[in-house]
């Protein structure tokens, strides 16, 4: 009888998650959404457990925090340009069916992947069912609880369990990190094994990083970025002057999308002519302050994650990688 007692009691515990209005709340509108029924639904959430450290990182995210500098070495240095075309050399022929199938160049998805989980070494120390129910819930998110519910959707459709997964803190999954909705809309069987596999299959993830940026508009060989050459009053300003520049537009900002007359016009002069639209980005690199031009490329990369600073640590890895990998082959 005691040990009856105990066990009704420890369920009981246990299934609390579900009882709270917010996850009530949750828990019909899952069901409504998709073809989850209720038992799937709450057999997912009963497994959920809140996660304080994944708060805490959400509240330091470098792209707000660190410098250009900072923020560049720890991405575009020596040890991920070595290791990225490793990874190239070691997935060669993979990467150049991709780059044909999808029209997207090698170095950016290897820089990508690169940057996400340093070539597959780091999926993250959490599971997505804790980070994105964290992230749904505290404070509460509809994007992150449609996140939660997407995630659900693919552990029942590839027969997956989220709590074994590997995630980031934010619920960025395999080898591209992505999140639950990109995972089931970008997401690439490319070994036509029947499951979208991005955590243990090289093929899908690498195949669904370069779909990623396909469909968000990548053209291959077009511009990405390029720096062009600032007179000497703008390249001698430091990080902190930069913040406090008056221009007539917005630099460093992926949404600014202006012609390179109206950036020369505006008090940034140089003497290059380039077509279409561009996004200036104005960063203090190793002890200079320097001029970068963002093309359409540089804006699809930005679709990835929402920060020039990461698209201009793409670019700039992706250069590098190509740059060893010409002088290797
Ligand atoms: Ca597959």
Redesign the pocket.
Known sequence: MRFFLFLFLTLNVESSIAERDDVKEFIEFAISNSDLDRDEVLAFIEDAKPSKKAVVLKNNQPEVKATWDSYRNTRVSATRIINGLKFLLDHKILLENVEKDFGVSKFYIVSIIGIETNYGRNYGSFNPLDAIFTRAFDPKSKYWQNELLELFKIAKRYNLKPKNMRSSWSGAMGLGQFIPSSYNSYGV?????????LMD?R??GIASVANYLKVHGWINNALTVEEVEIENRISSLSEFQIDELVLPYRINNFRTKITADEIKDGGLEFNENFSGKITPLLMHQSGKTRLFLGFDNFRVITKYNRSSKYALAVHQLAEEIEKKYYETI
């Open positions: 069987d490319y070994n036509n094994d029947g499951v979208v596999d299959s093929e899908d």
